[in-house]
């Protein structure tokens, strides 16, 4: 069964940094990708980030692009999100996903509906 858990949100003001960690169990070779999403209030959930666990393949959405960094921990079944200059935009709830045979393509578009394993979410607050 596969589980997802996140960590390392929390409360950060303007041009500050936070980095959220996705540790992954019961993957077997068909899950690839850890996939980053995120849902501010009244809002529909949006991809942020990908990355392929099996090549480093990554894709950032146009608003995370220059200040979000996704990596992959070398026991393949870890992904970070390094966030940094961040903006209160940026606030919401956080979710790392993924999927079974589902690529993390740089020229892709992440779509929630496509993912089925969620995990629980963690808070990010960007304010003043």
């Known amino acids: 069964q596969v589980q997802l858990v996140e960590s390392g949100g929390g409360l950060a003001q303007p041009g500050g940094s936070l980095r959220l960690s996705c540790a992954a169990s019961?993957?077997?070779?068909?899950?690839?990708?850890i996939a980053w999403f995120r849902q501010a209030p009244g809002k529909e959930r949006e991809g942020v980030s990908c990355?392929?666990?099996?090549?480093?393949?990554?894709w950032y959405a146009e608003s995370a692009k220059g200040r979000f960094t996704v990596s992959r921990d070398n026991d393949g079944n870890t992904a970070s999100l390094q966030m940094t200059n961040l903006k209160p935009e940026d606030t919401g709830s956080y979710y790392c996903?993924?999927?079974?045979?589902?690529?993390?393509?740089?020229?892709?578009?992440?779509?929630?509906?496509?993912?089925?394993?969620w995990g629980q979410g963690t808070q990010v607050t960007v304010s003043s």
């Open positions: 996903a993924t999927e079974r045979l589902y690529y993390c393509s740089p020229y892709g578009h992440l779509v929630s509906a496509f993912f089925t394993e």
């Open positions: 019961g993957f077997t070779k068909d899950y690839s990708t």
């Open positions: 990355i392929s666990l099996s090549d480093g393949n990554t």
